[in-house]
Nanobody, 127 residues
Protein backbone atom coordinates (compact mmCIF):
# COMPACT_ATOMS: atom_id res chain seq x y z
CA UNK A 1 0.00 0.00 0.00
CA UNK A 2 3.00 2.30 0.39
CA UNK A 3 6.53 2.44 -0.98
CA UNK A 4 9.32 4.29 0.81
CA UNK A 5 12.53 5.77 -0.57
CA UNK A 6 15.14 7.36 1.71
CA UNK A 7 17.68 9.97 0.72
CA UNK A 8 20.04 12.48 2.28
CA UNK A 9 22.70 10.24 3.77
CA UNK A 10 26.36 11.03 3.39
CA UNK A 11 29.69 11.65 5.08
CA UNK A 12 29.92 14.40 7.68
CA UNK A 13 32.19 15.48 10.50
CA UNK A 14 31.23 15.05 14.13
CA UNK A 15 29.05 17.96 15.21
CA UNK A 16 27.61 18.52 11.75
CA UNK A 17 24.01 18.09 10.65
CA UNK A 18 22.17 16.04 8.06
CA UNK A 19 18.58 15.92 6.94
CA UNK A 20 17.18 12.59 5.83
CA UNK A 21 14.06 12.41 3.71
CA UNK A 22 11.62 9.58 3.17
CA UNK A 23 9.35 9.92 0.15
CA UNK A 24 6.28 7.72 0.14
CA UNK A 25 4.15 6.65 -2.78
CA UNK A 26 0.83 4.89 -2.72
CA UNK A 27 -2.54 5.74 -1.35
CA UNK A 28 -3.56 6.38 2.24
CA UNK A 29 -0.14 7.48 3.45
CA UNK A 30 -1.85 9.32 6.29
CA UNK A 31 -3.08 5.97 7.62
CA UNK A 32 0.49 4.92 8.50
CA UNK A 33 2.58 5.74 11.47
CA UNK A 34 6.19 6.22 10.38
CA UNK A 35 9.44 5.51 12.16
CA UNK A 36 13.16 5.72 11.51
CA UNK A 37 15.43 2.86 12.46
CA UNK A 38 19.16 2.49 12.05
CA UNK A 39 21.56 -0.40 11.87
CA UNK A 40 25.30 -0.19 12.32
CA UNK A 41 27.57 -2.85 10.87
CA UNK A 42 27.39 -6.01 12.93
CA UNK A 43 24.72 -4.67 15.27
CA UNK A 44 20.99 -5.06 15.73
CA UNK A 45 18.61 -2.69 14.06
CA UNK A 46 17.53 -0.09 16.61
CA UNK A 47 14.71 2.38 16.93
CA UNK A 48 15.51 6.05 16.36
CA UNK A 49 12.29 8.06 16.17
CA UNK A 50 8.62 7.75 15.27
CA UNK A 51 5.77 10.05 14.35
CA UNK A 52 2.04 9.44 14.56
CA UNK A 53 -0.33 9.52 11.59
CA UNK A 54 -1.11 13.21 11.85
CA UNK A 55 2.33 14.23 13.03
CA UNK A 56 0.99 15.35 16.38
CA UNK A 57 3.01 12.90 18.47
CA UNK A 58 6.70 12.14 18.19
CA UNK A 59 8.95 9.87 20.23
CA UNK A 60 12.71 9.39 20.25
CA UNK A 61 15.30 6.99 21.45
CA UNK A 62 17.22 8.32 24.43
CA UNK A 63 20.42 8.30 22.41
CA UNK A 64 19.10 10.89 19.94
CA UNK A 65 16.60 12.88 21.97
CA UNK A 66 17.40 16.57 21.82
CA UNK A 67 19.50 16.15 18.68
CA UNK A 68 17.15 14.57 16.14
CA UNK A 69 13.72 15.74 15.02
CA UNK A 70 11.17 13.72 13.07
CA UNK A 71 8.34 15.35 11.14
CA UNK A 72 5.94 14.54 8.34
CA UNK A 73 3.94 16.24 5.63
CA UNK A 74 0.99 14.10 4.58
CA UNK A 75 0.19 16.38 1.65
CA UNK A 76 3.65 15.89 0.14
CA UNK A 77 3.90 12.30 1.41
CA UNK A 78 7.25 12.93 3.05
CA UNK A 79 8.86 12.21 6.39
CA UNK A 80 11.98 14.00 7.50
CA UNK A 81 14.62 13.22 10.09
CA UNK A 82 16.68 16.27 10.97
CA UNK A 83 19.90 15.16 12.65
CA UNK A 84 21.99 17.72 14.50
CA UNK A 85 25.18 17.43 16.53
CA UNK A 86 26.04 14.13 14.90
CA UNK A 87 28.36 11.78 16.73
CA UNK A 88 30.49 8.90 15.47
CA UNK A 89 28.07 6.55 17.25
CA UNK A 90 25.36 7.72 14.82
CA UNK A 91 27.11 5.93 11.97
CA UNK A 92 24.59 3.52 10.46
CA UNK A 93 22.26 2.75 7.62
CA UNK A 94 19.04 4.62 8.34
CA UNK A 95 15.74 3.08 7.33
CA UNK A 96 12.33 4.63 6.98
CA UNK A 97 9.46 2.31 7.88
CA UNK A 98 5.68 2.56 7.97
CA UNK A 99 3.09 0.79 10.10
CA UNK A 100 -0.60 0.66 9.32
CA UNK A 101 -2.68 1.66 12.30
CA UNK A 102 -6.14 2.94 12.95
CA UNK A 103 -5.02 4.84 16.03
CA UNK A 104 -4.03 8.41 15.29
CA UNK A 105 -1.71 8.53 18.28
CA UNK A 106 0.14 5.29 17.55
CA UNK A 107 3.93 5.56 17.54
CA UNK A 108 5.74 2.27 16.89
CA UNK A 109 9.06 1.38 18.54
CA UNK A 110 9.80 -2.11 17.25
CA UNK A 111 11.02 -3.17 13.84
CA UNK A 112 8.84 -6.27 13.91
CA UNK A 113 5.72 -4.13 13.99
CA UNK A 114 6.48 -2.26 10.78
CA UNK A 115 4.69 -3.19 7.55
CA UNK A 116 6.82 -1.46 4.90
CA UNK A 117 10.49 -0.57 4.69
CA UNK A 118 12.71 1.56 2.53
CA UNK A 119 16.08 0.28 1.38
CA UNK A 120 18.03 2.63 3.62
CA UNK A 121 20.50 5.48 3.30
CA UNK A 122 24.02 5.42 4.74
CA UNK A 123 25.16 8.00 7.27
CA UNK A 124 28.86 8.16 8.09
CA UNK A 125 30.23 10.44 10.80
CA UNK A 126 33.96 10.98 11.13
CA UNK A 127 35.57 12.04 14.40
Amino acid sequence: QVQLVESGGGLVQAGDSLRLSCVASGRTFSAFAVAWFRQASGKEREFVAAVSRSGGITIYADSVKGRFTISRDNVKNTVTLQMNSLKPEDRAVYYCAAALSGAQNYTPRTAGGMDYWGKGTLVTVSS
